[in-house]
């Protein structure tokens, strides 16, 4: 005889349950964590490697980089002296907690003020995964077109930070950054919005200086906590 | 593809409460998927197909209901349905709103023998 068997339960709850344990893990190192999403070639990596230059002597940063395969961005980071961990996702589409989790194994949290995880290029997958981040921050470039908020809502939804790139490109590409703007704050009224280029460097001052605040705050939060 | 994924923790879950309830044979599974979900179930039902073969919820269906997204509105506690991707309140213009649904990812129940 068949029975019904009501459940009620949340069927990414494994990955959210450790995710949670993840972030008892950087808030006792007092870390501040990012998780940098983007569509393929939106320039995470070299993203990272200018804010890994400019802040390197007062900021103590490390990264998880995510990729279905290869090291090749791995070894771009790594080459600018701070702590690298490659994850490959063997052909998934993003990065989920117990992958952070066995990555942590690699990383000396302790000596760290920020760590970037830099998810698998997809605008799609990762949205639906925590990893035990403080933030999403997503990074969109023009030449991807000013549709993308229409295209991909959960991302620009889930995301505290939105970084337009590559604004260098506007005067040859077909994208209207304000259009960009109004769609993403129509799905998300307390996004902050930045626009960048990491090719002439303008608009990464802000950047910077968002992470620098967000990385001081973590510490005056670590250090209250103990007390 | 991170249906994949997400029909392996659904799997589990049906594996291990479906043993914990006695049951040998789960024939279906009612789903709930918010709407704002990036979850196909077009795909979510063949991972989930693959990944159960040799299970005890091999062959189940797989009932999904789609949950519209709702919003509610922090500064006129106005209730509303969210279309064209406009998260603002209709009555106020406040763009201060909280999800009330459109999120879910959840296993409601199954049917077994
Ligand atoms: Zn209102």
Request: include cysteine; aromatic fraction near 4%.
């Amino acid at each position: 005889m068949a029975v019904k068997v009501p459940v009620v339960r949340n069927i990414l709850e494994a990955n959210e349950q450790l995710a949670q344990e993840n972030s008892r893990l950087f808030r006792q190192a007092g870390l501040f964590v990012v998780n940098l999403m983007s569509g393929p070639g939106a320039g995470k990596t070299s993203l990272l490697e200018h804010t890994i230059e400019t802040l390197k002597d007062e900021i103590r940063i490390g990264v998880v980089e995510g990729d279905i395969q290869s090291s090749y961005d791995a070894e771009r980071i790594s080459q600018r002296g701070v702590q690298v961990v490659q994850l490959n996702t063997g052909g998934a589409c993003h990065l989920d907690s117990s992958m952070i989790k066995s990555a942590l194994n690699a990383l000396q949290l302790a000596e760290l003020d920020l760590l970037v995880i830099e998810n698998v290029g997809n605008l799609v997958c990762p949205a639906e995964f925590k990893v035990g981040e403080d933030v999403k921050v997503m990074l969109l470039s023009v030449p991807e077109g000013d549709d993308k908020p229409l295209k991909y809502p959960l991302m620009f939804q889930e995301a505290s930070v939105l970084l337009i790139n590559k604004i260098d490109l506007l005067p040859y590409v077909d994208c209207d950054v304000s259009k960009i703007r109004q769609r993403a704050l129509q799905l998300n009224s307390s996004l902050e919005i930045l626009e960048i280029s990491c090719r002439t460097g303008e608009g990464l001052s802000g950047w910077y200086n968002w992470l620098r605040s967000q990385v001081s705050n973590r510490k005056t939060d670590a250090t209250g906590a103990e007390i | 593809m991170h249906e994949m994924a997400i029909a392996q923790n659904l799997l589990d879950i049906v594996i291990q409460e479906g043993s914990a309830h006695g049951v040998s044979r789960v024939l279906s599974l009612s789903l709930k998927v918010g709407e704002l979900s990036t979850v196909v179930p077009e795909s979510l039902i063949f991972c989930f197909e693959l990944l159960s073969k040799g299970t005890l919820a091999e062959g189940a269906r797989l009932d999904i209901e789609k949950v519209p997204t709702i919003c509610r509105c922090r500064e006129c506690d106005h209730e509303f349905s969210v279309t064209d991707l406009l998260f603002s309140c209709p009555k106020c213009g406040s763009g201060k709103v909280e999800l009330q649904s459109g999120r879910e990812l959840t296993l409601e129940s199954f049917e077994g023998e």
